[in-house]
């Protein structure tokens, strides 16, 4: 039994105490809060787990084999890198760090000490994304055109990161595992309303080679919650409603077909309308099936499918759309 322990019951805390606590091959020794009054809860559910303030408890304890570290990300680099150095394998929420060179330096450690080093990028351990990637990496939607998202919400406002870090890294994570091409460029714009606040509306664009494009849109202060993706090609296109509880998946049949009349120099666009199918996916919860693989990963000395290199990409993206936004959209290559 791998022996775990949490940093941070906050927001997320909680799910990843849950799932840890169902995962077969792992047990929850202790977790860890800064804040006394949010470990109540953990002892009243889970009267056999440690609770205590102290991260260095944590990171100490001999039973600990595994931590995961749910804190605030100005955070993340200096607890990760105390875990490694003490031979702990590490799971760690989005993003990994706020910086490139912190993160490389984590990738590093993480591969001197021989430890797994593992991204909370829970949605690619969604059954719809696998599906999505699959369709994809088959050629079923044929050259792809663009990937197009909106992720908005009313909240949760971060005091360390903009909206970008705390949101567009999601779709980030899924862009690259779909695509499996980093972009060559970026260019972002957003704006801050809250006094002291980063931003908390922006609008990320992704260039890529061969007319690819992705647009991502990201916002705390829409009335409601929007989690929608569109990936269309030239054969196929794909409509993706995280919040779409039976049919979260949409291919669509549509498209353009394009023919030369009168020599080249005039193209001629017909449309094409087909069928919509929605395909039935594996309906599991993500973040138990993101518990399972790394209890796996760790177990059996395995890559993790979001490995730390995953979490370097993100971290070089955000950083080229923080200076992008400094620069009033100014395209910024990668």
């Known amino acids: 039994m791998i022996g775990i322990g949490v940093i941070g019951y906050g927001y997320w805390g909680p799910n990843l105490v849950r799932n840890f606590a169902e995962a077969q091959g792992a047990r929850v020794v202790s977790v860890c809060d800064s804040r006394a009054e949010r470990l109540a809860p953990v002892s009243k559910r889970y009267p056999g787990v440690k609770t205590t303030t102290s991260a260095d408890e944590v990171l100490n304890d001999p039973a600990v084999d595994a931590v995961i570290i749910a804190t605030p990300v100005a955070t993340h680099h200096a607890l990760v890198k105390q875990a490694l150095q003490n031979n702990r394998h590490v799971l760690v929420t989005k993003p990994l ?3 490139v060179v912190d993160a490389q330096e984590l990738v590093e450690l993480a ?4 430890r797994v080093l593992m991204l909370d990028h829970t949605f690619l351990y969604k059954g719809s994304v696998r599906t999505i990637k699959d369709m994809v990496q088959a050629g079923k939607l044929g050259n792809l055109y663009y990937y197009d998202s909106v992720r908005v919400n009313l909240g949760l ?15 980030l994570s899924i862009m690259d595992y779909i695509l499996g091409v980093q972009p060559r460029e970026v260019s972002a714009a957003g704006i801050a309303h809250v006094a002291g606040r980063p931003e908390d509306i922006a609008y990320l664009t992704c260039f890529f080679e061969q007319n690819l494009i992705a647009h991502l849109h990201v916002n705390w202060l829409a009335p409601v919650k929007v989690r929608k993706t569109l990936i269309g090609g030239n054969k196929q296109m794909i409509v993706y409603d995280d919040l779409e509880p039976d049919a979260p998946l949409k291919i669509y049949d549509k498209g353009i077909d394009i023919s030369s009349s009168e020599g080249i120099y005039q193209a001629l666009v017909s449309y094409r309308t087909g069928d919509m199918w929605a395909p039935q996916v594996d309906m599991r919860e993500a973040l138990s099936a993101e518990a399972a693989h790394f209890v796996d990963c760790v177990t059996h000395n395995k890559r993790p499918l979001t490995d730390g290199e995953s979490g370097v990409r993100m971290v070089r993206i955000l950083e080229a759309a923080n200076e992008s936004l400094a620069a009033h959209g100014k395209p910024v290559k990668l």
């Open 97 to 99: 760090t706020d910086s």
């Open 111 to 114: 591969a001197k000490k021989n």
């Open 157 to 171: 406002f971060q005091h360390d990161v903009n909206v970008l870090w705390d949101l567009a890294v999601h779709d």
